[in-house]
């Protein structure tokens, strides 16, 4: 179904980052994926071109793009199955909160270098032992003069090694009652004495995101890189950015539906078993228009709430409802396409073994499908 969000403008920027893709990502993604890293100069390059948080404002770097522009990037990128290279979780979820809750001093300081790229950022919310809930964090930043000494340590962070800032969640009050108003978020650059990037984890999927562990060792950053200047207010600062998190997640996966589908169907075409191409089989057909026609409602529901979020509508209930049954849809339609690909679908050679590689984690970062239906159950009175 033609879709009706997107203006001429946004189709040229398309085309664009597209090209950009074509010439700066796709021919390195099997040396980055060996690499377990994409190469620091295509971020500079993205920078240059003005794919870097499009949407910051003039004042600080940017263009003042909307954020249709994000949704171009992410669908283009879920195109040519490209997850080492994230812009989306530098552009839409880690700078968002810098832009949001940073004091003017902040904003000045960093916007300009996250739309330049020449900084590349990360954000550390889960540890060893809190991931889904936050407020086991064990992470502390003790006042200290003029500044903050933070202790603790961060696993399972995208951007871990490439980063050169990350937005940590520290404990300012361990002793807070609830815990969750001794929460705060702090800016820390990499270079500061005492945040070290440790390793770089082996994953099933993702092979050319550097997903790493942090730790901070008696890190001592000045009051200034407090998020916001104002302690306690790290949780509830996450909570309001979760919304744009949760559905650029689901941006991305019903854009990777499209993709996988798109050459699932041309394979069935072309590839004959018992006489015919696969495609004339019942099964195949019927399989195919089912998961079609999932991509088709999904893409309605995401497309709506895209619409929503823009208008700043409270859609957290219904992006966490996105955010679960499209990375669930997408997992199954991943692994039923990759049937269709017979012995094929199993050899690296084909992009599906890599979707079926990747897919997975989907259903677990950016909050799991069970803590989604947590959050949906509370918010209808359940
Ligand atoms: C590749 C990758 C990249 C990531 N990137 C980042 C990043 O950049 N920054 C960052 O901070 N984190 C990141 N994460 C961490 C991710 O957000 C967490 O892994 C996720 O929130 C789950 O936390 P956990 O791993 O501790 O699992 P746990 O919280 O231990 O959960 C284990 C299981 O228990 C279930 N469970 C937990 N609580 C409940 C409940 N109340 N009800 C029902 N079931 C429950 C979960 O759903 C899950 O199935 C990343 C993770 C991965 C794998």
């Given at each position: 179904m033609k879709r009706e969000l997107f203006s001429e403008e946004h189709e040229i920027f398309r085309d664009a980052f597209r090209r950009f893709l074509e010439q700066a990502v796709v021919p390195r993604q099997e040396e980055w994926a060996k690499a377990g890293i994409v190469s620091r100069d295509v971020w500079n390059k993205a920078g240059e071109q003005g794919f870097l948080c499009p949407w910051v404002s003039e004042e600080y770097g940017g263009s003042g793009a909307d954020f249709l522009y994000s949704v171009v990037e992410l669908e283009e990128l879920s195109r040519i199955n490209e997850n080492g290279f994230v812009p989306p979780l530098h552009s839409d979820i880690v700078v968002p909160y810098i832009e949001a809750f940073g004091t003017e001093e902040q904003k000045r300081r960093w916007l300009p270098g996250c739309v330049n790229g020449d900084i590349v950022t990360a954000v550390a919310m889960t540890e060893p032992n809190a991931g889904s809930d936050l407020q086991a964090l064990k992470t502390t930043a003790s006042k200290d003069g003029g500044s903050y000494v933070i202790n603790g340590q961060k696993t399972f962070i995208t951007n871990g090694i490439i980063n050169d800032l990350v937005i940590v969640a520290a404990m300012t009050d361990p002793k807070a009652q609830p815990r969750y108003t001794g929460m705060s978020l702090f800016c820390v650059e990499y270079g500061t004495p005492g945040y070290q990037k440790v390793r770089n984890l082996e994953k099933i999927g993702w092979h050319s995101q550097d997903t790493a562990e942090l730790f901070f060792e008696d890190c001592r950053v000045p009051k200034e890189n407090l998020l916001g200047g104002q302690e306690g207010q790290g949780f509830v600062q996450m909570m309001i950015k979760l919304q744009q998190e949760r559905l650029v997640c689901s941006i991305g996966a019903v854009a990777s539906m499209w993709a996988v589908l798109e050459w699932t169907k041309k394979y069935c075409e072309e590839r004959s078993a018992f006489g015919r191409p696969i495609i004339k089989f019942q099964n195949t057909r019927f399989k195919l228009v089912e998961m079609y026609t999932m991509a088709e409602v999904l893409q309605t529901f995401v497309d709506r709430l895209i619409t929503e979020h823009m208008k700043g509508t409270d859609v957290v209930t219904e992006t966490s409802m996105a955010k679960w049954v499209v990375t669930e849809e997408l997992k199954k339609t991943v692994d039923q396409c990759l049937q269709?690909?017979?012995?094929?679908?199993?050899?690296?050679?084909?992009?599906?073994?890599?979707?079926?590689?990747?897919?997975?984690?989907?259903?677990i970062f950016a909050g799991t499908t069970e803590i989604m239906k947590e959050i949906i159950g509370r918010r209808l009175g359940m």
């Open positions: 269709f690909f017979g012995g094929y679908g199993y050899m690296m050679e084909y992009p599906i073994a890599k979707a079926y590689q990747d897919v997975r984690v989907m259903t």
